[in-house]
């Protein structure tokens, strides 16, 4: 049967519908949401609810949601993306859903109710399958070539609202999903027509377009609608609106046409007034000159920007800014959003991107304070990393105070306000904001870069995190630092945001050519989706083969394609000297190569081990096992006055904040903080630490020293020092800005490579060692290679990244090495693109691959990008009691097994644990990469871990109350720590206070 005859027939069946008993009484009791609530919400309610959330997201007021194509879309076609919300649950009018509860189920029905047992529950497919198969929607389409189309693109969002994208329906799906929910029990066809009529009324009628369009542009209106029908449904789903909404219910047979406009038209007020409730709204921002904003004069990159790059701005963008570390690459960043904002009349959202949980937390305090400097109104901000739950840096900067009842008709408004005396917004963290996919739509977000890779991965409710970001500029900060894997994941992501008009910021000290082109020719595909969505047609590119300049800008501008690059005022030329020392160093063994590497540290350091010495060093090596060998022998030999601090990945979440909070009070930048929240700098000390310090922390040290590293991750880690001071203010023996490099060298390249590719740590140690001239000393032998910054970082920075013609190297050993790192990036990139969503050019047909993943997205994030994929708890027990501190003086709390409530066929729902308990073990616990170990250590955990996504992945590992010694093998250096009581086969852990987690790989079993 032809789809026309068929939808033909299904029109008719609809127009004349046979009433009888078998058929609720009226529309107003066939229920919608009934869980928490004093009586069942109707279905046409809820519906029109959503609807009308749409209508106020899109108001002149929010503008929510949508972009920079809100100011384009007119009332019609907000209105069909209304009618859009208010058809999403109307497969909950059938037998399967209806009966969930028996009770509003049984009021639906003059006599006996019909036999409802052994029907699916689920409403998503019955919905999809209702849009295409009833025919109720066959007025709501405008005659055109493309009705079929639409009709399936409206079943797709109805069944997607849950999260889920389906794939297209054909009539045989449809007829067996709603007999699977009991459609057949009785008249149900009728009911959903009329529900959809009714709520298609009260909007106005409005009717969709038929007509021809791009297919890449549909797909995009699809995946867009998808997006923001899932978010009104979970704004209108929350039971304290619901309850509001109920004192404006019709009676139960009197949802007429008019008696739904009128609820609908006070669903717009109410919606608006939610928002505002929770924390959704536009950013507002004060008018203010760079100086008003930021306390001193545009300089470099910054001024470079002011001057330049506003008349380029003509649509969105990606902005590339490369200068040296410690520049005021972040000012410029937000200077640049600012313009961005103005330039396109928009009243985008910021969403800041960092690479690691610590330059996270740093970040999220430097903007908050940027936000209280600068907002016009009230606007959310959110921390979005896998522990910002528990973050005391939020806790510390987001203080709690009671909001304004009346903004919420009468419901308390929970907020949190940084200062309450702010002369016009204050920055705030909304309740409601902090959950899951939400936290994308606060106002403002600063998140590490999974977060925002998140996008680029299927998974469920990926329509609702890209319309969090639609209206944003996202600022990606420290873009060099991906792998092949992670820029596989940032590729895609950029032509998903290029596609759906999002303004990006890149920010680097170190980024290759390469990747610019890379990020750039990936926001061009997105950009040309953009172009097509919104009637530009084909731009010719101009511009494309121009390079990034150092220190200086890239823009693109997606509206006219074009690519322009400016130099930025160079400014100061500072001089830095890489002092390299070549070493013999034991491969394998990480823990001696710890110890050394200290005896050359403290060569190096005789300035400050001397008596009366002077000076702040960092050392900075590869491992953590390397540096807490590292760490103890050179405390073993450290003057009493010379602290040697520790800081790595490994220590307890509570423990490592508390240390990098102090070392912020001491080496953080003046002015950063209150005059009485700082601490004095101490007149000689050392800080040893891994890469956790390369990126985004303003520290000054006097001196660095550094394991070998790749060239960009030397720039990175040279800017922990000289940052802040000059001249007298630094100890005379150390007013040489220097970075000390150690390597294991053999036959005059490096050997190893932990945790780095091989071939990029030979390339570098060859580049600081031959390379002559641009400010390279030529004399070989001398131990000072003297690099101009910024004028010289750039070629070394190239001259040091992954190129073809290594693998045609005339030295054996390099091009070898070569083969082994380029065949493993080429493999991480492949896989990298086997896990992504499809580009954004794909068809509707395929949108259900933007949430059919094989793997829980979250388990992708924390396995392949780096991040840590096993929380470990330290405990240990005594009289049968577990424990959290080897004294037993921090007793495991208690949490009593609750019965939870449960309706009649309905879901039992899962009590979460009080947070503060939560926090009370999160902040015991310690991040590691996954290794067997941990399963041959592991202990059983409290049964009520599971109730809380934050414990149920912790893994209990228990230690023995009394300490033992571990001897490095060669050496006399003993680290002291508490051993596992379950023996580990191939490894030696120890848990240290001082150190934290040791883990090395037993000799024997190498």
Request: proline content about 5%.
């Amino acid at each position: 049967m032809s789809f026309r005859r068929s939808l033909q027939r299904a029109t008719a069946r609809t127009a004349a519908p046979q009433r009888g008993n078998d058929r609720p009484r009226a529309l107003g009791v066939v229920w919608g949401k009934s869980e928490g609530l004093p009586a069942p919400y109707p279905l046409i309610a809820h519906l029109l609810d959503a609807a009308a959330m749409i209508v106020a997201l899109g108001s002149d007021n929010f503008r929510m949601g949508f972009g920079g194509a809100s100011k384009a879309l007119g009332r019609q076609e907000l209105l069909c993306l209304a009618l859009l919300a208010a058809l999403h649950d109307l497969g909950k009018a059938i037998t399967g859903f209806a009966a969930r509860d028996k009770t509003a189920w049984l009021a639906m029905w003059k006599g006996k109710p019909p036999f409802s047992e052994g029907f699916s529950r689920a409403h998503t497919a019955p919905g999809h399958a209702s849009a295409i198969q009833d025919g109720w929607i066959a007025q709501m389409v405008a005659a055109g070539p493309a009705v079929k189309t639409v009709i399936e693109y409206v079943g797709l969002v109805v069944g997607s609202h849950h999260g889920k994208v389906p794939g297209l329906m054909n009539t045989t799906d449809a007829l067996t999903a709603l007999a699977a929910s009991g459609d057949a029990q009785a008249d149900w066809v009728w009911v959903r027509s009329e529900i959809a009529h009714t709520v298609w009324q009260a909007l106005g009628s409005p009717m969709f377009s038929a007509d021809e369009d791009e297919r890449s542009s549909r797909a995009l209106a699809v995946a867009g609608a998808c997006g923001m029908v899932q978010w009104a449904d979970w704004i209108v789903s929350q039971e304290s609106y619901i309850q509001r909404r109920m004192e404006h219910l019709p009676g139960p047979r009197g949802w007429t046409v008019e008696a739904a406009r009128a609820f609908f038209e006070s669903g717009i007020e109410a919606a608006a007034a939610e928002l505002k409730r929770i924390g959704v709204r536009p950013l507002k921002l004060q008018k203010q000159t760079f100086v008003e904003r930021f306390g001193f004069e545009p300089r470099g990159v910054q001024l470079s920007l002011r001057q330049e790059l506003a008349p380029m701005i003509t649509g969105p963008g990606l902005l590339v800014i490369t200068d040296r570390t410690g520049a005021g690459k972040t000012q410029a960043s937000l200077d640049a959003f600012s313009m961005m904002r103005e330039r396109l009349n928009e009243e985008r959202g910021l969403l800041f991107v960092l690479p690691t949980m610590a330059t996270t937390d740093a970040m999220f305090g430097r903007v908050v304070k940027d936000m209280r400097r600068t907002l016009g109104e009230d606007a959310t901000v959110e921390l979005l990393h896998s522990m910002a739950s528990f973050s005391e840096e939020a806790a510390r900067l987001l203080e709690r105070r009671p909001g304004t009842a009346e903004a919420v008709g009468g419901a308390a408004m929970d907020k949190a306000v940084i200062e309450s005396d702010c002369e016009r917004g204050s920055p705030y963290r909304s309740k409601w904001m902090s959950q899951g996919a939400r936290r994308l739509h606060a106002t403002v977000g600063v998140c590490t870069i999974d977060q925002l890779l998140a996008i680029s991965l299927p998974s469920r409710f990926q329509p609702l995190r890209m319309a969090g970001l639609r209206d944003k500029v996202v600022v990606i900060d420290e873009a060099h630092t991906c792998d092949a894997y992670s820029q596989s994941l940032l590729r895609r992501t950029l032509m998903w945001l290029g596609a759906i008009g999002v303004p990006v910021i890149v920010l680097s000290a170190t980024l290759p050519d390469k990747l610019t082109r890379s990020l750039r020719d990936s926001y061009d595909v997105g950009a040309a989706c953009w172009r097509r969505i919104n009637g530009l047609g084909t731009v010719e590119q101009s511009g494309h083969e121009q390079r990034a300049p150092y220190p200086g800008w890239l823009y693109y501008d997606a509206r006219s394609a074009r690519t322009q690059v400016r130099h930025s005022p160079v400014g100061e030329v500072a001089q830095l000297s890489f002092r390299l020392h070549a070493m013999e160093l034991a491969e394998r063994d990480l823990a001696k190569r710890g110890v050394q590497m200290a005896e050359r540290c403290r060569s190096v350091l005789d300035a400050i081990f001397a008596p009366g010495g002077q000076g702040n060093a960092l050392i900075v090596v590869n491992t953590v096992t390397a540096a807490q060998a590292l760490a103890v022998r050179l405390r073993a030999q450290a003057p009493a006055d010379c602290r040697v601090e520790l800081l790595h990945a490994r220590f307890p979440v509570g423990e490592r904040g508390r240390r990098t909070d102090r070392l912020e009070q001491q080496f953080g930048k003046p002015g950063s903080r209150d005059s009485e929240q700082r601490l004095a700098r101490p007149r000689r000390s050392i800080l040893v630490a891994t890469s956790v310090v390369e990126q985004s922390l303003d520290w000054d040290f006097d001196v660095v020293i550094s394991e070998l590293a790749p060239m960009s991750l030397l720039f990175q880690r040279a800017g922990r020092a000289h940052r802040h001071r000059s001249g007298g203010q630094i100890p005379r023996a150390w007013r040489q800005w220097s970075v000390h490099v150690l390597a294991g060298i053999e036959q005059g390249l490096p050997v190893e490579a932990v945790p780095y590719p091989l071939d990029e740590l030979m390339a570098t140690w060859e580049a600081l060692e031959e390379r002559t001239g641009n400010g390279l000393e030529a004399a070989a032998g001398l131990p000072g290679r003297l690099v101009e910054v910024p004028t010289g970082v750039q070629e070394l920075v190239e001259r040091a990244t992954r190129d073809q013609l290594w693998l045609c190297s005339e030295d054996e050993r390099f091009a070898e090495a070569a083969m082994a790192c380029w065949s493993e990036a080429t493999v991480q990139a492949g896989q990298g693109e086997q896990v992504v969503i499809p580009r954004p050019d794909l068809r509707v047909k395929d949108l259900h691959k933007l949430t059919s993943a094989s793997e829980d997205v979250e388990t992708i994030l924390t396995t392949r990008l780096g991040a840590d994929s096993v929380r470990l708890l330290p405990v240990w027990t005594k009289d049968d009691q577990m424990f959290l501190d080897a004294d037993c003086t921090l007793p495991m709390p208690q949490v009593p097994e609750e019965e939870d409530e449960e309706k009649p066929g309905r879901k039992k729902k899962r009590k979460r644990v009080d947070q503060e308990i939560v926090w009370s073990i999160v902040k015991h616990t310690i991040s590691a990469r996954s290794a067997f170990w941990h399963e041959e250590a592991r202990s059983p955990s409290p049964g009520w871990f599971d109730r809380d996504p934050a414990l149920e992945r912790v893994v209990t590992v228990e230690f023995e109350r009394t300490a033992t010694d571990h001897r490095i093998a060669d050496t006399d250096v003993t680290i002291t720590g508490h051993a596992p009581v379950h023996p580990i086969s191939a490894y030696r852990v120890l848990l240290s206070e001082d150190l934290g987690l040791f883990a090395a790989f037993s000799r024997r079993y190498r």
